[in-house]
């Protein structure tokens, strides 16, 4: 049963962050509310406080900022499966937000909370690292940006401080010839395993210039696995694909898999492996 709590209505973000520091652990952003009430319905949480975020403005949209995109924290995933920029610019990011959850937790749920949630089985958070994603928080007058990759700490915990607010996210289009891919395994409602894939190869399309990989998921937060990304880097595209099956292997054990209802440790971390062969294969051939 949902226990009586009392709603805060801000209108900034400086508000949201007032509210936040004068309650301290008795208050919590209430976005879509999608994760937030479920838990606190459950009595897994409890909060005296919701400070609901839904009625700050310039926090949901999507624009587009030289070489950069910016997405408000409060866009919920079904206005990012229809976002014409995103569709243009970061088209994987767009059959993510397409394949995320059902059609009712889409049009409600927001990445900023999915991103703060940090449950272990998003996806959003893996693609984002693997592109290279700055994290906007905000706090009264301040603001700072959090690498994507060191946004997330644990599950359930992000680098967030608790009267910071997330207010964007920031995506480099990525510089062509380029090719991106995220690819997910699962057989419950959340996945199992997901991976992403960036590349970037020279004018010539021979070799990789650059190239992130990250993997989700599998264990309890969504990390960069630099090391495989060494193995591929700077080769050219054939000696790349030779050591493809190296990076996996190096992927799978990186991904921290745990044993749980989704798949014990070393079936995710061969799920890994399949999955960086693919989508290594289908970020080349979107290089063509
Ligand atoms: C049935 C179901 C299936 C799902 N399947 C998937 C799936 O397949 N893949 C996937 O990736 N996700 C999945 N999800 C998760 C879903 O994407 C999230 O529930 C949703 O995005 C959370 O957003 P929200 O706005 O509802 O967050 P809320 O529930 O409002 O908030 C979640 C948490 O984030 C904090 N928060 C929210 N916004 C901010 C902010 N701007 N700044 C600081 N803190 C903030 C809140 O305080 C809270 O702790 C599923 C969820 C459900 C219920």
């Known amino acids: 049963m949902l226990r009586r709590f009392r709603l805060e209505e801000p209108t900034t973000v ?54 950069d995109i910016h997405i408000g924290a409060l866009c919920t995933h079904h206005e990012l499966e229809n976002s014409p920029i995103l569709k243009e610019k970061l088209p994987a990011l767009v059959k993510l937000e397409e394949n995320v959850a059902n059609v009712r937790v889409r049009q409600v749920g927001t990445l900023g909370g999915n991103l703060c949630f940090a449950e272990p089985h998003a996806d959003p958070g893996t693609l984002l690292i693997a592109l ?31 009267d910071e607010v997330l207010t ?17 395994f699962g057989y419950l409602e959340r996945p199992s395993v997901g991976l992403a894939v960036m590349v970037n190869l020279n004018t010539g399309r021979t070799e990789i ?27 050219s595209v054939d000696e790349a694909t030779q050591n493809i099956s190296q990076a996996g292997e190096m992927s799978g054990r990186a991904s921290q898999a745990i044993s749980d209802l989704h798949g014990a440790q070393d079936y995710k971390e061969h799920i890994v492996q399949v999955l960086l062969k693919r989508s290594f294969q289908n970020a080349l051939s979107q290089c063509a």
Do not use: H, W
């Open 14 to 67: 400086a508000e949201v962050a007032e509210l936040l520091g004068r309650f301290g652990d008795s208050a919590k952003v209430y976005a879509g509310g999608t994760e937030l009430l479920l838990a606190m319905k459950e009595g897994l949480v409890q909060f005296e406080r919701l400070v609901n975020v839904k009625g700050v403005s310039g926090l949901n949209d999507v624009k587009q900022n030289n070489g």
């Open 132 to 162: 290279g994603a700055r994290l906007v928080a905000e706090k009264g007058d301040r603001n700072r940006e959090i690498p994507a990759e060191s946004f997330f700490v644990d599950a359930y915990e992000t680098s967030l401080e608790p």
């Open 168 to 184: 964007q996210i920031i995506v480099p289009v990525p510089a062509q010839p380029a090719g991106v891919c995220y690819m997910k």
């Open 209 to 235: 210039d650059d190239i992130r990989i990250a993997v989700g998921c599998a264990g309890p937060a969504p990390k960069r696995v630099a090391e495989a990304e060494g193995l591929l880097k700077g080769r």
